[in-house]
């Protein structure tokens, strides 16, 4: 059953944060166990289900050998990363010839796989992960058609290429000359959107992106909708941005004061600039600031919404309104934020992730 207003799920106590992936949740509490519910076709739950009991509409505790840190979701993966610093995977890639696999090529992972040790922080577009390590290196595996993983040249970014899928699958780091007037390269925040990878330089704030740029998510086009190489934002270079967020077609960038700005497709309101702004059917290529925003402290991406999270704890959307994510109890696309009330009116959100279809919300 949809649902075009905030609703409850029902036994889930101490949650403490929560991440939607393209038809699936994930949520992990206090004492850091997993829970997930959704869509279980490829191993994305973690845990083996049968959709005639109910068992994947009902959240189910996924076994891991040790409390969770941190959680993220594409749209038919899911990924872990311990209080240790042991990332886990499980589920599948995919690609445009159709399955991947994870780790093997052809083959979904029911149940979660260890894949890396050492990280501190982890990301998950639609087919592809970006994990940091603690020495502040970039490494990524998936789906590289679109640029995501930076690693890999374009000849050898499909399977149809000159290597397998094996070489994808395979966890590779990203490379990053040495900026000039810098002391390192390493970096110290990691993001992601479906097709779009973002790295925070550690010593100047500088955000660098690269993947999928038709829409001009990444900022300016020089000809090419495709970033195989890390791109300097220009538009942020000398301030530090607290978060990013990229959707399918669009980037959400949350200042260290609490501003939202967005660029990108401006289709169905998703930008959150007006329908007027930009004008025409031209899209933002540089940041623009959201109206009616500030002291932000949370800001997250579906597939064609946008969301953030006041000072006071309010929620605030806009874009697609066609799927219900919105929160509206509608199916009107919006052009500028608005707050959600509702069950959230007397609520203070703490945590909102956007996925495909859907969005969770973490209130307290």
Same mark, same amino acid.
């Given at each position: 059953?949809?649902?075009?207003?905030?609703?409850?799920? !029902?036994?889930?106590?101490?949650?403490?944060? #929560?991440?939607?992936?393209?038809?699936?949740?994930?949520?992990?509490?206090?004492?850091?166990?997993?829970?997930?519910?959704?869509?279980?076709?490829?191993?994305?739950?973690?845990?083996?289900? &049968?959709?005639?009991?109910?068992?994947?509409?009902?959240?189910?505790? #996924?076994?891991?050998?040790? !409390?969770?840190?941190?959680?993220?979701?594409?749209?038919?993966?899911?990924?872990?990363?311990?209080?240790?610093?042991?990332? @886990?995977?499980?589920?599948?890639?995919?690609?445009?010839?159709?399955? %991947?696999?994870? +780790?093997?090529?052809?083959? =979904?992972?029911?149940?979660?796989?260890?894949?890396?040790?050492?990280?501190?922080? *982890?990301? $998950?577009?639609?087919?592809?992960? /970006?994990?940091?390590?603690?020495?502040?290196?970039?490494?990524?595996?998936?789906?590289?058609?679109?640029?995501?993983? #930076?690693?890999? /040249?374009?000849?050898?970014?499909?399977?149809?290429?000159?290597? $397998?899928?094996?070489?994808?699958?395979?966890?590779?780091?990203?490379?990053?000359?040495? !900026?000039?007037?810098?002391?390192? &390269?390493? @970096?110290?925040? +990691?993001?992601?959107? /479906?097709?779009?990878?973002?790295?925070?330089?550690?010593?100047?704030?500088? *955000?660098?992106?690269?993947?999928?740029?038709?829409?001009?998510?990444?900022?300016? =086009?020089?000809?090419?909708? +495709?970033?195989? %190489?890390?791109?300097?934002?220009?538009?942020?270079?000398?301030?530090?941005?607290?978060?990013?967020?990229?959707?399918?077609?669009?980037?959400?960038?949350? &200042?260290?004061?609490?501003?939202?700005?967005?660029?990108?497709?401006?289709?169905?309101?998703?930008?959150?600039?007006?329908?007027?702004?930009?004008?025409?059917?031209?899209?933002?290529?540089?940041?623009?600031?959201? !109206?009616?925003?500030?002291?932000?402290?949370?800001?997250?991406?579906?597939?064609?919404?946008?969301?953030?999270?006041?000072?006071?704890?309010?929620?605030? &959307?806009?874009?697609?309104?066609?799927?219900?994510?919105?929160?509206?109890?509608?199916?009107?696309?919006?052009?500028?934020?608005?707050?959600? /009330?509702?069950?959230?009116?007397?609520?203070?959100?703490?945590?909102? =992730?956007?996925?495909?279809?859907?969005?969770? +919300?973490?209130?307290?």
């Amino acid at each position: 059953m949809e649902k075009s207003r905030p609703a409850l799920v !029902p036994n889930l106590d101490n949650v403490v944060d #929560v991440v939607a992936g393209g038809m699936h949740t994930l949520c992990v509490t206090v004492d850091g166990k997993v829970w997930s519910f959704g869509c279980n076709d490829e191993g994305a739950l973690g845990r083996q289900t &049968s959709s005639l009991d109910g068992a994947e509409t009902t959240p189910g505790l #996924v076994e891991l050998p040790e !409390p969770v840190a941190k959680l993220s979701a594409g749209d038919s993966h899911s990924a872990a990363l311990t209080v240790t610093g042991r990332a @886990f995977m499980w589920g599948n890639f995919r690609d445009s010839s159709g399955q %991947m696999g994870l +780790i093997v090529e052809g083959q =979904s992972e029911k149940e979660p796989k260890l894949v890396a040790t050492g990280i501190v922080e *982890i990301a $998950s577009g639609s087919d592809h992960v /970006a994990m940091l390590t603690a020495d502040g290196n970039l490494v990524t595996r998936g789906c590289a058609e679109q640029g995501q993983l #930076v690693r890999v /040249a374009r000849m050898f970014a499909s399977r149809g290429g000159r290597r $397998s899928s094996t070489y994808l699958l395979e966890p590779g780091t990203v490379r990053l000359q040495r !900026p000039k007037g810098c002391k390192s &390269s390493a @970096f110290d925040r +990691i993001w992601t959107g /479906a097709y779009t990878t973002y790295a925070r330089l550690q010593e100047t704030g500088a *955000i660098y992106g690269f993947g999928l740029n038709n829409y001009h998510q990444l900022g300016p =086009s020089k000809g090419d909708t +495709i970033l195989h %190489m890390p791109e300097l934002l220009d538009s942020c270079a000398g301030r530090r941005r607290k978060a990013v967020s990229g959707g399918q077609h669009h980037t959400l960038l949350l &200042s260290k004061e609490g501003s939202v700005f967005s660029m990108g497709r401006k289709e169905y309101g998703r930008l959150g600039l007006g329908a007027a702004n930009p004008p025409g059917n031209n899209d933002q290529e540089t940041p623009g600031q959201v !109206p009616g925003l500030s002291n932000c402290t949370e800001i997250s991406c579906g597939e064609a919404v946008s969301f953030a999270v006041d000072g006071e704890g309010r929620l605030h &959307s806009w874009g697609f309104g066609t799927n219900g994510q919105l929160g509206r109890g509608n199916d009107e696309d919006s052009f500028e934020p608005t707050a959600v /009330a509702g069950r959230l009116a007397d609520r203070k959100v703490l945590v909102v =992730s956007g996925g495909a279809q859907h969005t969770v +919300i973490l209130a307290s």
